[in-house]
């Protein structure tokens, strides 16, 4: 656990993972999609698809407290709204105002042992249509094959199926 901590922004010119994002925005019709490393101290991007202009890069840190993902951390549950000024709770949490977004998913990203690697999520400034079980379902797929990635990321010398590539 520790070495994917410290190599967590290493992760962001992995191309699976941009992949996997670019399919978040795709299906979500979202601005903004990232993978983050959620621990009980720091929210750090690890690799970000940012259409929208959020203004987040990789290695750039939110204050954990404002994060929706702090809870995920606690809760380990999915966080989904298509939203927020309309939706009863997240019209008064401060998170969705303090960001500027109506629409919003979160998934965990939990590795092989059971241990809580952070979230892939998406937002967006508009509302977008989230809230349907087969899409959450694909985007729960989507954090899976995310934590099977992290755990056993690419080298340089690899191929995009973690094959050595002939040289």
């Not at 979202?30 to 959020?54: H, K, Y």
């Not at 309309?86 to 919003?104: C, D, I, K, M, Q």
């Amino acid at each position: 656990m520790q070495q994917l901590a410290g190599s967590s922004v290493a992760l962001a010119g992995e191309p699976r993972i941009a992949a996997i994002l670019q399919r978040v925005c795709d299906l979500t019709g979202m601005g903004f999609a990232a993978v983050a490393r959620v621990t009980d101290e720091r929210w750090t991007a690890c690799q970000v698809l940012d259409r929208i202009d959020f203004g987040l890069d990789p290695g750039d840190e939110l204050e954990l407290k404002t994060t929706i993902c702090n809870e995920i951390r606690d809760h380990r549950k999915a966080v989904v709204f298509d939203r927020a000024s309309g939706h009863a709770y997240w019209r008064n949490h401060p998170t969705p105002v303090l960001y500027g977004f109506e629409s919003y998913i979160a998934l965990p990203i939990t590795l092989s042992d059971g241990q809580f690697f952070g979230t892939l999520c998406a937002l967006d400034p508009e509302p977008r249509t989230v809230e349907v079980p087969s899409l959450v379902a694909l985007l729960r797929d989507l954090a899976d094959q995310l934590a099977t990635i992290l755990e056993s990321p690419v080298t340089p010398a690899q191929g995009l199926d973690g094959i050595a590539s002939p040289r």
